[in-house]
Nanobody, 120 residues
Framework: QGTLVESGGGLVQAGGSLRLTCAASRLVFSVYNMGWYRQAQGKEREFVAAISWSGDGTTNYADSVKGRFTISRDSAKSTVYLQMNSLKPEDTAIYYC????????????WGQGTQVTVSA
């Protein structure tokens, strides 16, 4: 059973930056596509960013964060990061890490989430 643990959330003023970290264990990190999702209070969980398992650096972003957020992964540390710059109050949410096995989308793991709060 794979485990994902997020960290790095907190309270920041609008325009500030945070870096979220997701540490994976008990799974073969190199064969998992990794992604970040978020859920604001009273709203559904939504996609934020993803990075391919293959190591070719392929990434994908939600339109709302393009140019402000950057996802990256360090396979040696089994860790994925989300660098968030120019934060806005509407970025306030619980941020979740998800790992999906590249051969089978029905095999996936979620982290427990980390709270990000952006004050105006």
């Amino acid at each position: 059973q794979g485990t994902l643990v997020e960290s790095g959330g907190g309270l920041v003023q609008a325009g500030g930056s945070l870096r979220l970290t997701c540490a994976a264990s008990r799974l073969v990190f190199s064969v998992y596509n990794m992604g970040w999702y978020r859920q604001a209070q009273g709203k559904e969980r939504e996609f934020v960013a993803a990075i391919s398992w293959s190591g070719d650096g392929t990434t994908n972003y939600a339109d709302s964060v393009k140019g402000r957020f950057t996802i990256s992964r360090d396979s040696a540390k089994s860790t994925v990061y989300l660098q968030m710059n120019s934060l806005k109050p509407e970025d306030t949410a619980i941020y979740y890490c998800k790992g999906t096995y590249y051969k089978n989308g029905n095999i996936y793991y979620w982290g427990q989430g980390t709270q990000v709060t952006v004050s105006a």
